[in-house]
């Protein structure tokens, strides 16, 4: 976040500069040594910039191969880390000479060293509150990236990009930007999917929603064998009136007749774009691009400047700030619902085959077309993803 006082904002800027050019360049400890493995698919060459011998990634063809197989097949809404772990279990593939386990391939996965990184790939990590330290310009679509772990930071770098460190590198990465994206996006999907696995009695479940106080509904098997949905917080305490005597069965049954009213009212697999042509997407782009603009004229304006106007200038900053965070969050949500035109392929052909898929399809389609659902005593609220 720009700090108001914009000239210590510079000064600290120009610092992880240098700690970064450190790192590339610089034989002292206390940088960021390129030393240790290379990532899987690269190894390491002695070249001499700017005058010091130091170390470059270059491409290491089989496995380079491997990588580009890798995310080739993750690409694909279906593929689960399962599948390609078994897949290259089958085939006798070593990784370091190791079998290839999941948490080696959700580390390969998010690693920005691979991806040719271009001003997609400046928005993304933008967007996630990383600091990028490299100018947009030489996001070029052809060099990698590295990302370090940032020195303030309060979580691990795998786990949440804010904070954190990014810098374009001298090496070429293998994967296009559009690809390393897909793959990222979906690997952020399916966290928030494994949070609502335990789910057992309906299909709903981690959607559907109390409409008076907002809390969970639990569906509850009675001796009759049916199932109605129960306010956590009225089971709880008691402190929510609840929503009524509400059967499982009904909710799945209207909700699965408004999804395919959905579907039938023009939303198509076909709308479903890649996330950078959503139109929304632009248009936050553009937006953040102009406050970017507005705020290096107004850094440019201090010089000089007396008392009143620079006041001025640092309550503007702090004002652009605070839109700009609203778009970054905003960027974030359409980035978590966004569905690949494949993903909503599959889900039209589970509607349509509704009766025959198993739960977890079930679980799959309403997580792709529903953000949440609120019961109220005789009525349903859907929020659509799209």
Known sequence: MLNICIVFAQLERETIQKRVSDAYYSRSQKGFRM?????????????????????????EPVEAAIVREIFDMYEQPDTSYGDITRYYAEKGVQFYGKELIRSMLAQLLRNPVYVRADMDV??????????????????DGIHGCYLYQGRDAQTDKLQNLKGHMLVVAPHEGLVSSEQWLNC????????????????????????VKC?????????????????????????????????GKVYTEDVESYVYKEMVRKLREGQSPAAYTKLNENPQVKQIYREIEEMEKEISLLVDSLAGAGETLTDYINQRVEEIDQMHQLKLEKLSVLAENHATPEQMEKVASNISLWGEIDFEEKRFTVDKMIRSLKVFPGSVQIQWKF
């Open 122 to 139: 400046y928005r993304f990590f933008r967007s996630h509150g990383t600091n990028i330290v490299s100018s947009p310009e030489q996001f």
């Open 184 to 207: 990222r996006i979906k690997l952020m999907r399916n966290k928030t999917i494994q949070a609502n696995r335990k789910a057992v009695n309906t299909w709903l479940a981690g959607k």
């Open 211 to 243: 409409g008076n106080c907002g809390y969970a509904l639990m569906s509850i098997k009675i001796q009759s064998g049916k199932q109605y949905l129960r306010c956590t917080k009225r089971l709880n305490n008691k402190a929510c009136p609840g929503c």
């Open 35 to 59: 030393g240790g493995k290379p990532p899987y698919g690269y190894r390491l060459e002695e070249i001499l910039m700017e005058g010091i011998h130091t170390k470059k990634l270059v491409e």
